[in-house]
């Protein structure tokens, strides 16, 4: 995304995440999409501030994060769909069990090199895109539990 203002009125950020994964898991798997929507979402971080002592309180993210569930078919097939839009301003990120089994970033980027889409399984996905475009393809998810 480009340096914009976001806006809750205008954007909308979501994790979609295996349901059917363990609570450590769908906790792992969150970090992992949040760090990445963190990097590459311009200004999603806001400025730190200041409490009453003075001491400060790093920037948290301006946006709600909500974090909702879905088989793995859904997943890919939202993940699919959010390709298939080419939205300029989209940030869409992936976690596939290729990166949950890799050890290491270079055993991952090896076995991301080799896989076929098919052989892709997708077990959570971050979208930070316009609102309308996520509420009309996760608005029939519910919240993860």
């Given at each position: 995304m480009g340096?914009?203002?976001?806006?809750?009125?205008?954007?909308k950020?979501?994790?979609?995440?295996?349901?059917?994964?363990?609570?450590?898991?769908?906790?792992?798997?969150?970090s992992?999409?949040s760090m990445?929507?963190?990097c590459?979402?311009d200004?999603?971080?806001?400025?730190d501030?200041?409490?009453?002592?003075g001491?400060?309180h790093?920037?948290?993210?301006?946006?709600?994060?909500?974090?909702?569930?879905?088989?793995?078919?859904?997943?890919?097939?939202?993940?699919s769909?959010?390709?298939s839009?080419?939205?300029?301003?989209?940030v869409l990120v992936d976690?596939?069990?290729?990166a949950?089994h890799?050890?290491t970033?270079?055993?991952?980027?090896?076995?991301m090199a080799?896989a076929?889409?098919d052989?892709?399984?997708?077990?959570?996905?971050?979208?930070c895109?316009?609102?309308k475009?996520?509420?009309k393809a996760?608005?029939?998810?519910?919240?993860?539990?």
């Amino acid at each position: 995304m480009g340096t914009e203002t976001l806006s809750s009125a205008t954007h909308k950020c979501v994790l979609v995440i295996d349901n059917a994964q363990p609570t450590g898991v769908v906790a792992n798997i969150a970090s992992v999409l949040s760090m990445t929507l963190g990097c590459k979402v311009d200004n999603i971080v806001s400025h730190d501030v200041y409490d009453k002592q003075g001491k400060k309180h790093l920037g948290i993210t301006q946006l709600p994060i909500p974090i909702l569930g879905a088989s793995g078919d859904k997943i890919k097939e939202i993940y699919s769909h959010f390709l298939s839009l080419d939205l300029d301003n989209a940030v869409l990120v992936d976690f596939s069990t290729i990166a949950q089994h890799a050890r290491t970033y270079d055993e991952y980027e090896q076995a991301m090199a080799e896989a076929n889409d098919d052989e892709l399984h997708y077990i959570g996905i971050g979208i930070c895109a316009e609102k309308k475009a996520v509420n009309k393809a996760t608005g029939n998810l519910s919240l993860i539990r």
